[in-house]
């Protein structure tokens, strides 16, 4: 009965729209990835919503990185050089994240080959949460959501806060900024998604997969997951959608290889929205788009957004960002 009251808190915390334009990162492909700048661009193009990834700092605050790590070929430290040397931002207090500039891809690797578009904005630096947030806002951007993506792996607790303090840092902020009807929870770590609907369960939630070369579902593997919060998808055949109804999530986000009109209909007929995730060939938005998904999350917000408007689809719109 507890289960079923979350679940529907957390559905009625997301609401239906026409379609869901996410901005991955921003818009990675265009701009310096979870950076102020990159999320100014995918205002500029018109998103519905901003997709975003979170850790902790050393002194416990939530800062908008992707990798537990310091990227190496992103972060330059304050001699201009990459870094070489694993570096947690779990271990670095907000002062020293700070001082690395991630706004310029290093040269000849395949980051930099596969955003050869990415405009370099030297002297980015890692924002904080509330920075993103308060930034949207000082834009005006009061109808844009937030997707957070919570950074944490079973298998490296020392690199990432304990789910339940994790989500009680989210949910303290998200409440502190009067953003719960427009937050989205997700990961693939689902204990942190777990202890997020036992603290906060009017944020809503999405629970993250992929069952490519890295899977976090496992299915036929002995025993639960450790991705899945304790759960096993043999209990459930191997049902994905249902798997991901059951721990109470709103929005289903699979690799978008791994979406076919089988499950799609499977997770529709369970209430879920399904948002795909990270799309960035036309053709791919295309397939998904007519199959009837709830929304993409993409690199290329330009890309899809052009989609959709030639389909006579519901943009979100332009945010008006002054020139630097």
Partial sequence: MRLAILFAAAL???????????????????????TLGGFEQALAIGVDTL???LVMTADDVLVVHHDLTLNPDLA????????????????????????????????????????????????????????????AAALGADHVRFNIETKIQPNRPDLSPSPDAFATAIADLVRAHGLVERVTVQSFDWRTLDALAAIAPEIARACLTAEGRWDTVQVGAPGPSPWLGGRDADDLGGDVPALVAQAGCAV??????????????????????????????????????????????????????????ERGVETAPQVRVPTR
């Fill in 12 to 34: 009625a915390a997301f609401p239906a729209a026409a379609f869901d334009l996410q901005g991955h990162r921003g818009a990675r492909g265009l701009a310096p990835e979870n």
């Fill in 252 to 309: 289903w986000s699979p690799n978008h290889h791994d979406v076919d009109d089988a499950r799609l209909a499977a997770a529709k007929e369970a209430g879920l929205a399904v948002i795909p995730w990270t799309v960035n060939e036309l053709a791919d938005m295309r397939r998904l788009v007519d199959m009837g998904v709830d929304g993409i999350i993409t690199d290329y917000p330009n890309r899809l957004r052009a989609l959709l408007v």
């Fill in 76 to 135: 330059r430290g304050p001699d201009g050089g990459y870094v070489v040397e694993e570096t947690p931002i779990r271990a670095l207090t907000l002062e020293e994240v700070k001082t690395f500039d991630v706004g310029r891809v290093r040269a000849g690797t395949d980051y930099a080959r596969r955003f050869a578009d990415q405009i370099t904005r030297d002297g980015a630096r890692i924002p904080t949460l509330a920075e993103v947030l308060e930034r």
């Fill in 51 to 53: 997709e975003l990834d």
